[in-house]
């Protein structure tokens, strides 16, 4: 595959702090649990699933772009891009693709997010979605919150930070219930800064797959 076409992907500026908010609302520290930049590689995702810690962890969130398959030349499968490295290996090619995902061990991962992902094909049928989907259910998770189509970068993050707040104090809930009210709270942002993210179109790109209660 063409390492240097994922090198030319644009910039998703917004994510560093979506994460942070993410771990903030969990009360995670970030120096332990945020892989940004230069961290974000293939190869760390299989260090953290070979070492355990990868399916240890409850929230596995990526905010990155999603691929379909012959999008970027050589690549067959759906994929999620990750940082890629200065030489590309067999073991790491710059893409997390189906084929990547089914070999994870999520053994204890409640939530796996999939943001800033337009992975919708182009006549809408989800075809890249649904591909990834279905691979993070064969790791082993129960459950995914996902975008279908690029989202604002500060209506991203008040979501993730109310959906992950609620989930931090009440892990019990029903999931699908903590994103019901996770929504009807920035709907309630009447005024203000955050008076746009009460609009759905701020948020309504996110759904929940898999097991909602």
Not at 10 to 34: H, Q, S
Not at 196 to 208: D, E, Q, R, T, V
């Amino acid at each position: 595959m063409a390492v240097e076409d994922l090198r030319q992907l644009a910039r998703l500026p917004g994510t560093r702090a979506e994460l942070g908010a993410v771990a903030a609302a969990l009360g995670a520290d970030p120096a332990r649990a945020l892989f940004l930049g230069e961290r974000a590689t293939k190869a760390t995702v299989w260090a953290l699933n070979a070492s355990g810690r990868l399916g240890a962890a409850r929230v596995l969130a990526f905010a990155t772009h999603g691929l379909l398959a012959g999008q970027v030349a050589g690549l067959a499968q759906p994929a999620l891009v990750l940082t890629p490295p200065a030489a590309p290996s067999e073991e790491d090619d710059g893409v997390l693709a189906v084929e990547d995902i089914v070999r994870l061990r999520l053994t204890r991962t409640e939530w796996v997010v999939l943001s800033a992902c337009d992975t919708a094909a182009a006549d809408g049928s989800g075809e890249g979605l649904s591909g990834l989907v279905r691979a993070f259910f064969f790791a082993g998770a129960p459950t995914l919150l996902v975008s279908h189509w690029s989202v604002d970068d500060d209506a991203t993050r008040a979501l993730m930070t109310e959906v992950f707040r609620r989930f931090a104090a009440a892990a019990a809930a029903p999931r699908a219930e903590t994103l019901r009210r996770a929504m009807l709270a920035l709907m309630d942002a009447a005024a203000g800064p955050t008076a746009y993210h009460a609009h759905p179109f701020a948020w309504a790109a996110f759904f929940l797959v898999g097991e909602g209660r």
